[in-house]
Every structure is written in structure tokens, then in C-alpha cells.
């Protein structure tokens, strides 16, 4: 099982804009098990399988990619991908995560899965 890469919010945006000096030009994608995310086209690619993508679930996509395999709470995810501390009353990662699987089921990918009572995990 991989571990997982989870920084406070000051840290990953002090590590982001370091690496806009770094990176002037356009991030290369992100590559994993035969998955690739696009942050110029702002999709996920597998195989001959292109599935565009909107801001946050690009980022979800991102976070949950590079934490495939590990199990993670939506509390966590709330704060890493939207920046908003745990708040036990809303249900924003559920509705995001929903239509973000039924997006990736619809072309063939069905990587998402919801561990109940816990979280999520990338099944990849």
C-alpha cells in the first residue's frame, strides 16, 4: 500500500510558488500506471480514452492519483483539494466524487471506489 503524501495548506503553497520559477513554461502531466493527467488540457488520459475534466475534479483527479491505493477520509480531501477545514455538515466531496465517478465509469474507467464509513481510494 503506498503512503500518504498529504502537506499543510502553507506548505504545498509555498512549494507551488517556488516551482513557478522552476517551471515557467507548462507543467508536464503527471504519469501513473498507464494514466496520464494533462494540466494543459485539464484531462485524464488512458490509453485512447480522453476524458476532459473541470477544475476541481482535475484536482481531485491529482490528489487522488498521487495518493493511489491509500484510503482517504473526506476530511482530508475537503482540506487538501478545497482548502476548507472539516466541516461534518457538508456534503460537497460526496456530490463531487459521485459525478467524477459517473464521468470515468462513462468512458470506461472505474478506478474511483468509495470505502463507506471511511473515505475514498484510486484503485489503479
Known amino acids: 500500500m503506498s503512503q500518504l503524501l ?3 495548506n502553507q ?5 507551488l510558488k517556488m516551482m513557478e520559477g522552476f517551471f515557467p513554461f507548462k507543467v508536464k ?3 501513473v ?3 496520464k493527467l494533462d494540466p494543459g488540457e485539464q484531462k485524464l488520459i488512458y490509453g485512447d480514452i480522453e476524458v476532459n475534466l473541470r477544475r476541481r475534479e482535475f484536482d481531485l483527479v491529482h490528489f487522488m492519483l498521487i495518493n493511489h491505493g491509500s484510503i482517504i477520509d473526506r476530511n482530508t480531501i475537503l482540506d487538501r483539494v478545497w482548502g476548507l477545514q472539516s466541516n461534518p455538515f457538508t456534503n460537497t466531496v460526496d456530490v463531487h466524487m ?4 459517473r464521468k470515468l465509469v462513462k468512458n470506461n474507467i472505474d478506478i474511483l471506489k468509495t470505502i ?3 473515505g475514498y481510494r484510486l484503485e489503479i
Open 6 to 8: 498529504v502537506l499543510p
Open 11 to 15: 506548505i504545498q503553497e509555498k512549494m
Open 98 to 101: 459521485s459525478h467524477l465517478r
Open 33 to 35: 500506471k498507464g494514466y
Open 29 to 31: 502531466p503527471l504519469k
Open 116 to 118: 463507506h464509513g471511511v
